[in-house]
């Protein structure tokens, strides 16, 4: 799960980060006053879950109250289009005015989970900002890595080091190591994936300062923080992944035409492979479960195909603790209650538990099934029937 820039700092606050101050808005007319009472003079952000946004031209710089009401009108209800979002872009809701900072240097940093060690690491660069992806791709050395064990925490001598090495000089490094040091607390009480600063700057007076704030959460973990559950913006999320949410479905929404209905996420990334390997690209991940309901796999078929994309469906169920006649029970429910709507082939393998009374229900249903013998077959099938083959 992610959360806004406004959100991510006000966590960051608590843990003794140093932020610049700021109001969230959804008005033209309060971000002309909230510029007002910061001096007459600030930043107007687009607040999307997008990185990149002031290359897309959600970040504005108002010289005055007036100018923020005017940029803020401009912001609002854009469809900001960044190098993270894709070509669709995304509507622009809320917007964070903030006060000016005296930038003298920009510094990236953020902590993570290396898989490879198993640990989390504080990663950073003393050329941070908006270019750092391009800095991580041409100068890999820039980039500094400090690995510290999640039961003890970043020690204070790591904390020194990594402020020195991201070029904090003099009381820079007092203040960075605090804040580093802080970064990695909130990281683990909060059960962050990522926790980032980009940029963490240094302001004219020497002092060290998050301007920007970053984070996603572990979902597995967020029953322990409902305060973070209520800052969910479903908006920000793809509408088939929030309504798949809601019945407990395993679902990423993808680009290609044919749709997955699988049991098990290893099954899942195979039948993925394999359509990819006859000459097609999946719409979807979908995992219905080990034990999914017939209830659920009723949904499932309805999502995938209320995806207009979708010009196939392949179902491959290998019924172990899910019986396959339960399955096609489901997908059977699914299709009497949609009814006419459904105008695209449907693909189905089923093994395992079950599997003869499972192909009865399918043979005995009104709809023409397309039934495949086995993987390679089902994947053969789904790929030539989207693309309007037999």
Not at 9 to 30: N, Q
Not at 132 to 154: T, Y
Not at 213 to 226: Q, Y
Not at 254 to 263: T, Y
């Amino acid at each position: 799960m992610k959360i806004h820039e406004y959100q991510a700092k006000e966590i960051l606050a608590r843990f003794g980060v140093p932020v610049p101050r700021a109001e969230v808005t959804e008005s033209p007319e309060e971000a002309r006053r909230i510029c007002e009472d910061m001096g007459g003079q600030c930043v107007v952000k687009a607040q999307i879950h997008a990185g990149g946004r002031g290359k897309g031209g959600g970040v504005k710089l108002a010289k005055s109250p007036e100018e923020a009401e005017k940029q803020a009108r401009a912001i609002l209800g854009m469809q900001l289009v960044t190098p993270q979002t894709g070509p669709e872009g995304q509507k622009v809701r809320k917007i964070l005015v903030a006060e000016l900072s005296d930038i003298e240097r920009e510094i990236y940093l953020a902590v993570l989970l290396d898989r490879e060690i198993g640990k989390p690491i504080v990663m950073g660069s003393a050329a941070g900002g908006m270019e750092i992806e391009e800095v991580a791709e041409e100068n890999p050395d820039a980039i500094v890595r400090e690995a510290f064990d999640p039961h003890l925490g970043l020690q204070p001598y790591q904390a020194r080091k990594v402020a020195r090495r991201l070029g904090l000089t003099g009381k820079q490094v007092g203040q960075g190591a605090k804040l580093v040091t802080a970064l990695t607390q909130c990281y683990m009480a909060m059960d962050c994936s990522l926790a980032e600063i980009n940029p963490l700057i240094v302001d004219g007076e020497g002092n060290v300062i998050a301007l920007d704030a970053k984070m996603a959460f572990d979902d597995n973990a967020l029953f322990r923080h409902k305060d973070v559950q209520a800052m969910r913006d479903v908006h920000e999320e793809d509408p088939l992944e929030v309504e798949a949410g809601k019945f407990g479905l395993n679902y990423i929404n993808l680009d290609g035409e044919i749709g997955c209905m699988v049991n098990g996420a290893g099954l899942a990334m195979a039948t993925m492979d394999i359509i990819k390997l006859y000459g097609s690209e999946p719409a979807n991940f979908l995992d219905v479960g080990g034990s999914a309901s017939q209830e659920a796999v009723s949904n499932a078929f309805r999502i995938i195909i209320s995806d207009p994309n979708v010009k196939a469906v392949l179902i491959n169920i290998f019924g172990g603790i899910a019986r396959t006649d339960r399955i096609a029970r489901g997908v059977v429910d699914a299709l009497t209650e949609l009814g006419d709507t459904v105008k695209v082939p449907v693909v189905v393998r089923l093994e395992g538990t079950n599997v003869e009374q499972g192909r009865q229900i399918l043979q005995d249903a009104d709809f023409d099934f397309i039934v495949a013998a086995h993987m390679a077959d089902a994947a053969e099938k789904a790929v030539a029937a989207a693309k309007g083959g037999a």
